[in-house]
């Protein structure tokens, strides 16, 4: 996909007063980067499908563990507004292809994963004054669950308003909340150990 993009718009802090346009929100080779993480969703939320099955709260709906929320985190963090066409785009085949949701289910899906999450990033952005952020630990951890909170409310403001059942009650929002949390934790300490047995695998090549 070429060299990697800055997170949303240039590099470093901005003034407090200045508004990132549009334009910044853009990376470079936005279609590239918008259907790698569409791709990446698709995965990531079979393998949740696939590992935990047993933990799900509503069917094909909210999971105790929940890894694509993993990949909307760091597709903000990575390629700003086309990280978050790839989620609308991911979430929309997601819904139609696997879980088999009708037309108006699935684009009411999209909408409120994608909403939730960019309003979580937009938010952060004014609070700290910048036109991007610095993919670190303490700033994935305050995506993370500032997101958390902002997708429940989404789903359950979305799904109560195209009348799915009685939308979510108060218990499945805060357990929605925590499937995103643990699948944000399960996913980064995964990454961190992937990382480090290759780090290692590369200094015992070159000790060889």
Known sequence: ?????????????T????VASWEDWWPEKPMAWAVGFAVFYFLAYWLTDFITELSEVIPDRVSL?????????????????AGLVGIFIGTLGVS???VGDPAHLALANATASTAGIGLSYWLMLK???RSSLP???????????????FNAMTHGLVWDLIGMGDGLSTTELALMMIGDLT??????????LGIRYVRRARRSEEQA
């Open 15 to 18: 003034p407090s007063n200045s």
């Open 183 to 192: 699948g944000v934790v399960l996913m980064y300490f995964i990454l961190r």
């Open 65 to 81: 563990i929940y890894i694509p929320a993993f990949v909307r985190v760091v597709s903000v963090l990575v390629a700003g507004l």
């Open 1 to 13: 996909m070429g060299r990697g993009a800055p997170p949303l718009g240039p590099q470093g802090p």
């Open 96 to 98: 139609i292809l696997y």
């Open 127 to 129: 609070a700290m004054g």
């Open 135 to 149: 993919l670190n630990l303490p700033v994935l951890v305050l995506l993370t669950v500032l997101y958390s909170t």
